[in-house]
């Protein structure tokens, strides 16, 4: 594996559903996390980067942390959940 992928989806509070945002290619992390609640956290730090690098508005995002295949569909979920962004 050479990348890690989040996927990342923008909660609209006034339509109430999510939509695409952004998709971050990430460096695997060394070691490999065995459990979910580590990629959580990982996913979260490099959220917290992007969004502060590239000025992201405050707001519930969603993420999913997944492995793909070379036509950029996901074969592995390692993690996925909401994270709550304010700067």
Do not use: K, S
């Not at 060394?30 to 990629?39: C, I, Y």
């Not at 979260?44 to 070379?70: K, M, N």
């Amino acid at each position: 594996m050479d990348v890690v992928w989040l996927d990342v989806q923008m909660w609209t509070p006034l339509r109430g559903h999510l939509h695409p945002f952004t998709d971050i290619e990430c460096d695997v992390p060394d070691p490999l996390p065995a459990q979910t609640l580590v990629w959580e956290q990982w996913a979260h730090d490099h959220l917290a980067a992007v969004a502060v690098h590239d000025r992201w508005q405050p707001g519930r995002y969603h993420f999913t942390a997944e492995r793909r295949d070379r036509a950029g569909h996901a074969v592995e979920v390692f993690a996925r959940g909401y994270w709550d962004w304010t700067p």
